[in-house]
């Protein structure tokens, strides 16, 4: 099932968080490094913007790559835009998720081919779930590891399995990713924020392993790693 209601939930829930922030939150550092509350929120919303446009001219037939390096400086927006006001960034992303949203109600043919990821216009559904959850933990506005919904934290985890080294297992009840001897387990919710980097696995049992590269996509900008687990 494509998640395109998780994800507008998901959308109302960040929005519901950010109804409080203050300009002075807004310039506050986030575990990001480098990054303040802004930058997060300036890159989660670009990504927006960037999804929108994608599935909009995929819906009119026209195939455009996500983020095209002749025409858009994806790091000078983030750092143009990180210093809007609060009220700024809640009208910017709130704009961008209903287009986004608005674009995914028109979609007849989930298969449709798109210059992103696996090819599939549904995996700018899947992207999205990811880059909104995620970085509203990184925001640190309330929202917590723990407000992440059981089949989020089991899509993150089949998403993220590229990080494990060959022969690590990972386990969580019944589910199992990878194939090996050494075997870490936990709950789905602790895998999956061990590996987004938003916890360091200590209540993991087993051997974490060092994790790989995030899974990229090409021409979109890399968020830089945590620098300290997020709460």
Not at 110 to 136: C, M, N, P
Not at 194 to 207: C, E, F, H, I, Y
Request: aromatic share 6%; glycine share 10%; with cysteine.
């Amino acid at each position: 099932m494509i998640p395109a209601a998780a994800v507008a939930d998901a959308h109302s829930r960040l929005h519901r968080a950010l109804e409080p922030l203050t300009d002075n939150q807004v310039a506050e550092p986030s575990p990001l490094p480098g990054w303040t509350r802004g930058h997060v929120l300036a890159h989660v919303t670009d990504a927006g913007r960037a999804l929108a446009d994608l599935v909009e001219n995929a819906v009119r037939g026209v195939l455009v790559p996500l983020y095209d390096p002749k025409t858009h400086d994806r790091d000078g927006i983030i750092e143009a835009t990180a210093g809007r006001a609060a009220e700024e960034h809640r009208r910017a992303l709130l704009r961008h998720s209903v287009r986004l949203e608005d674009a995914w109600a028109r979609v007849t043919d989930w298969d449709q081919h798109v210059d992103y990821r696996d090819g599939k216009l549904s995996s700018t559904v899947f992207a999205r779930w990811r880059e909104v959850w995620i970085h509203a933990v990184d925001l640190r506005l309330g929202i917590g590891v723990a407000d992440w919904p059981e089949d989020f934290c089991v899509h993150a985890v089949d998403f993220l399995q590229d990080r494990l080294p060959p022969g690590v297992t990972i386990r969580a009840g019944e589910h199992r990713w990878g194939a090996g001897d050494t075997e870490v387990s936990g709950s789905v919710r602790a895998l999956a924020a061990w590996l987004s980097g938003r916890d360091t696995g200590a209540g993991l049992a087993g051997a974490r392993p060092e994790l790989g590269p995030w899974p990229g996509v090409s021409g979109a900008r890399r968020p830089p790693r945590p620098a300290r687990p997020a709460p």
